[in-house]
Structure formats: structure tokens, C-alpha cells
């Protein structure tokens, strides 16, 4: 095993991006004896307030970059649209094991659909959209529903639009193509359930899978992830198998987030990957050997991966800005004694201003009674219609 390149604790980790999932990858690193420093813009951002050291700038500032260099033995990322120019003065002059190949093949949906199809792993039929004559060429090939997407810059169903008629072509078209990026038209896929798997590739090239995670998103925003996922074993299998593919096939160092679908007849499609700990994986923090976050930490300093082995079933449901105020209100009630023994995690991520929509925290049940979990969530009324569903957004 290549044991070069291992970074023990002591040393210190430089985060690009002071968000939730950097808070948590800090947290965890911190039990392991690593030091933080965050750059981030905001001076009280989530993973600054936990972090040993902060650097206060824009993601674009080339200085503070070398800053963040200066003060790292180690440096990674927790969001994938990272200044290009950055990306490059951090490869050249640090050591970022996650390479910025990842970034710049996950930061575009073309470039990510051709690498995923690459490693021999399948995706929605797709086909790079130009002109509005190309739109619908497309429409006419895939029928009717299908999703429009800016190849760049959408997150949460941002920059996508749902054709439910080809007379919506134009307008679509001219909506989208004013985010100046290349387009791409999927076929729409009527899916069973949304699947996602997270792998670990560490530069030893060891690689482990998650347990595969099902997901439920409301107005296109993760709401809930249940594990283990209502699937056979042979698809957890294949789904498992197919991150592991992706992770080897696109040299994956630290973490890798599949979102996939899976078709009536069993097909597994990818929809889209994220270079970085998830938010599908935040249930593996209380419900498995090794929490994503630790796994990353593994990974990119060269340790041996740690076991993904599942403990307990789990069900993780996100809190957002419209569920801080109820969310408060039980926790101030709470006494522990929840229905059949089911134990709840709350985590927050100290962030001050609650806006709708904005994730503030999450919520991980662990129980082996998915309906007692269920239950809870619709009686808790931290989640209720008026918080959080309008079926009407979803797509
Ligand atoms: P994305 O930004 O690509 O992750 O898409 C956000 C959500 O839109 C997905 O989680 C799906 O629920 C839905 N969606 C995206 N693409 C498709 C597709 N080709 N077919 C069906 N649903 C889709």
C-alpha cells in the first residue's frame, strides 16, 4: 500500500468553503487530533466557528488562497464551484489531494455525464442543447415531459426547467439561456425512488461504499433520507457497485456523492455526482462505523478507510429555515422518550439568519421502525404541509 503522502494528526487541514458540510468534516477531524483553517467570505460562517483559524475573504481572492496555503498542510474543498483561477494556484503551490480534474469535470453537466458514461456507469438519455432548434430536435426525440438544465451553476433545482408541453420551448429556452452557460435536455425519468451512494477513494486507491441512502425531496430540496434504502440487495448492490466504478473511473480522491434513479424495470440511471460529503450522508454520522466525514478526512490524508458498516436503520430529515421555530419549540419540551426506544440527533449548523428554504440543521432517527420514524416526523408538526410541502414545485 502506497503509504506516501499521509497526513497525521497534528497536521493542519485548510477548508475552502465554511458551510454545514465543512463544519461537520471539522468537527470530525477534530476528535482525530487535526487542526482547521477555513476560508470562507462571512466572519461567523459554520465551519469558522469551529475551526482553529479563519481567513475572512472571497472565494476568488488569489492572496487569501496563498493564505489559506501558507497556514495548510493539506487543503480540500467543501463546495465544487471553486474560482477556476484558485483551483490552479491551489494545485500548483499546495497539495490538494482531490486533484482540481474532479472540480472542473463536476462542475459542468456535459463534462460529468461523458465521464460517468466513461467509467461504463449509466445516465438519462441526454443531448447538449445550442439553439432552440436543437430544444426541439430533443423534445420530438425524448417526448414529453422533459427537464432543461444549464450545464453550470444550478443547485436545488436551480437553472432547470420541466417541459410538460413543446410549446413551452421557446420560453424555457430563452429563460435558461440567459445564465450564459451550454444547456442540456434529459429525457424524464419516471422513477421509482431517488437513490444515493457515497464512495471513498483514498490515494492508496483502498475504496469503500455507504450503505445506499433513499431520498425524498419537497420544492426540489432534500427533505428526508432513509437507510437502508426500500430496495432488494441486488440493487443495493448494483448501486453500490456503481459509485465504486465512478470513484475508480474518474481517480476520486476523498469522497463522492452518486445521486442516481431507479426506473420501474430496475435500471439505475446517475443524475449527478458531488466531489464532497453530502447531505444524503449525514445520517452516517450516528448510524454508521465511520461517518462520511471521517471517511473524507481518511481519504485525503492517506489513512486506512474506515468501515461504512451500517449500526442502526436511520432516517435523517433536514431542517430548514421554515422549521427552526417548531424545531426550537419541541426541543425546548423534549425529554427523551420518544416512541419505541427511537432516539433523535439533532444537529445545528450556527447559522443566524433562518430564511426559507435556507438549511439550518438536520434531524437523524434512529430506529428499526421506518413507520415509528415516519409517524413521528408527520406528528412532531415540526414538517408540516404549511412548513414545508407544496406538491405543486415539486418536478
Ligand atoms: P438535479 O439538480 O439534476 O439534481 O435535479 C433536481 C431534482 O429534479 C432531482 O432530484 C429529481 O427529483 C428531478 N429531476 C432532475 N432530472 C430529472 C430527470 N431527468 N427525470 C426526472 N426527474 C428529474
Redesign the pocket.
Given at each position: 500500500m502506497n503509504r506516501s503522502n499521509v497526513i497525521l494528526p497534528g497536521r493542519t487541514i485548510g477548508i475552502l468553503g465554511g458551510g454545514q458540510l465543512g463544519r461537520m468534516m471539522a468537527l470530525a477531524g477534530r476528535h482525530m487530533g487535526y487542526r482547521f483553517v477555513t476560508l470562507d467570505p462571512a466572519d461567523d460562517s459554520p465551519c469558522g466557528q469551529v475551526s482553529d483559524r479563519q481567513i475572512i475573504a472571497p472565494y476568488h481572492d488569489v492572496d487569501a488562497a496563498r493564505a489559506l496555503i501558507e497556514m495548510s498542510d493539506v487543503i480540500t474543498y467543501e463546495f465544487e464551484n471553486v474560482d477556476a483561477q484558485v483551483a490552479e494556484v491551489l494545485s500548483r503551490e499546495s497539495y490538494v489531494p482531490q486533484g482540481s480534474k474532479l472540480l472542473y469535470t463536476t462542475q459542468h453537466r456535459l463534462r460529468e455525464k461523458r465521464a460517468v458514461e466513461a467509467s461504463g456507469v449509466p445516465v438519462?438519455p441526454y443531448m447538449e442543447i445550442t439553439d432552440l432548434a436543437s430544444l426541439q430536435a430533443g423534445i420530438a426525440q425524448f417526448g414529453i415531459p422533459c427537464?432543461l438544465?444549464t450545464a453550470t451553476g444550478?443547485?436545488d433545482?436551480k437553472g432547470?426547467w420541466v417541459l410538460r408541453s413543446p410549446g413551452e420551448a421557446g420560453e424555457a429556452y430563452a429563460e435558461l439561456s440567459r445564465a450564459g452557460t451550454e444547456l442540456v435536455l434529459?429525457?424524464?425519468?419516471h422513477?421509482e425512488k431517488?437513490l444515493s451512494v457515497i464512495a471513498a477513494r483514498s490515494p492508496s486507491g483502498e475504496i469503500r461504499t455507504f450503505p445506499a441512502a433513499e431520498n425524498i425531496?419537497v420544492h426540489?430540496i432534500l427533505h428526508q433520507s432513509i437507510v437502508p434504502a426500500r430496495i432488494g440487495a441486488e440493487t443495493e448492490r448494483r448501486a453500490r457497485e456503481l459509485a465504486e466504478k465512478i470513484a475508480e473511473g474518474l481517480d476520486v480522491i476523498g469522497l463522492i456523492a452518486v445521486?442516481m434513479?431507479l426506473a420501474p424495470g430496475g435500471e439505475l440511471y446517475v443524475?449527478?455526482l458531488a466531489p464532497r460529503p453530502h447531505n444524503s450522508g449525514h445520517y452516517t454520522i450516528e448510524a454508521c462505523r465511520t461517518s462520511q466525514f471521517e471517511q473524507h478526512i481518511r481519504a485525503i490524508c492517506n489513512l486506512p478507510l474506515g468501515s461504512t458498516e451500517l449500526t442502526t436503520p436511520a432516517v435523517m430529515v433536514n431542517v430548514l429555515g421554515e422549521h427552526m421555530e417548531p424545531l426550537l419549540k419541541w426541543m425546548e419540551e423534549d425529554d427523551g422518550s420518544l416512541p419505541g426506544g427511537m432516539i433523535a440527533k439533532v444537529h445545528l449548523y450556527g447559522k443566524d439568519e433562518s430564511k426559507i428554504h435556507r438549511k439550518m440543521g438536520h434531524v437523524t432517527l434512529l430506529t428499526d421502525r421506518i413507520d415509528i420514524a415516519e409517524q413521528w416526523i408527520e406528528a412532531s408538526g415540526i414538517w408540516t404541509e404549511k412548513n414545508s410541502r407544496n406538491s405543486e414545485d415539486q418536478?
Amino acid at each position: 500500500m502506497n503509504r506516501s503522502n499521509v497526513i497525521l494528526p497534528g497536521r493542519t487541514i485548510g477548508i475552502l468553503g465554511g458551510g454545514q458540510l465543512g463544519r461537520m468534516m471539522a468537527l470530525a477531524g477534530r476528535h482525530m487530533g487535526y487542526r482547521f483553517v477555513t476560508l470562507d467570505p462571512a466572519d461567523d460562517s459554520p465551519c469558522g466557528q469551529v475551526s482553529d483559524r479563519q481567513i475572512i475573504a472571497p472565494y476568488h481572492d488569489v492572496d487569501a488562497a496563498r493564505a489559506l496555503i501558507e497556514m495548510s498542510d493539506v487543503i480540500t474543498y467543501e463546495f465544487e464551484n471553486v474560482d477556476a483561477q484558485v483551483a490552479e494556484v491551489l494545485s500548483r503551490e499546495s497539495y490538494v489531494p482531490q486533484g482540481s480534474k474532479l472540480l472542473y469535470t463536476t462542475q459542468h453537466r456535459l463534462r460529468e455525464k461523458r465521464a460517468v458514461e466513461a467509467s461504463g456507469v449509466p445516465v438519462a438519455p441526454y443531448m447538449e442543447i445550442t439553439d432552440l432548434a436543437s430544444l426541439q430536435a430533443g423534445i420530438a426525440q425524448f417526448g414529453i415531459p422533459c427537464v432543461l438544465k444549464t450545464a453550470t451553476g444550478g443547485y436545488d433545482g436551480k437553472g432547470q426547467w420541466v417541459l410538460r408541453s413543446p410549446g413551452e420551448a421557446g420560453e424555457a429556452y430563452a429563460e435558461l439561456s440567459r445564465a450564459g452557460t451550454e444547456l442540456v435536455l434529459e429525457k424524464f425519468i419516471h422513477f421509482e425512488k431517488e437513490l444515493s451512494v457515497i464512495a471513498a477513494r483514498s490515494p492508496s486507491g483502498e475504496i469503500r461504499t455507504f450503505p445506499a441512502a433513499e431520498n425524498i425531496h419537497v420544492h426540489n430540496i432534500l427533505h428526508q433520507s432513509i437507510v437502508p434504502a426500500r430496495i432488494g440487495a441486488e440493487t443495493e448492490r448494483r448501486a453500490r457497485e456503481l459509485a465504486e466504478k465512478i470513484a475508480e473511473g474518474l481517480d476520486v480522491i476523498g469522497l463522492i456523492a452518486v445521486e442516481m434513479f431507479l426506473a420501474p424495470g430496475g435500471e439505475l440511471y446517475v443524475n449527478e455526482l458531488a466531489p464532497r460529503p453530502h447531505n444524503s450522508g449525514h445520517y452516517t454520522i450516528e448510524a454508521c462505523r465511520t461517518s462520511q466525514f471521517e471517511q473524507h478526512i481518511r481519504a485525503i490524508c492517506n489513512l486506512p478507510l474506515g468501515s461504512t458498516e451500517l449500526t442502526t436503520p436511520a432516517v435523517m430529515v433536514n431542517v430548514l429555515g421554515e422549521h427552526m421555530e417548531p424545531l426550537l419549540k419541541w426541543m425546548e419540551e423534549d425529554d427523551g422518550s420518544l416512541p419505541g426506544g427511537m432516539i433523535a440527533k439533532v444537529h445545528l449548523y450556527g447559522k443566524d439568519e433562518s430564511k426559507i428554504h435556507r438549511k439550518m440543521g438536520h434531524v437523524t432517527l434512529l430506529t428499526d421502525r421506518i413507520d415509528i420514524a415516519e409517524q413521528w416526523i408527520e406528528a412532531s408538526g415540526i414538517w408540516t404541509e404549511k412548513n414545508s410541502r407544496n406538491s405543486e414545485d415539486q418536478t
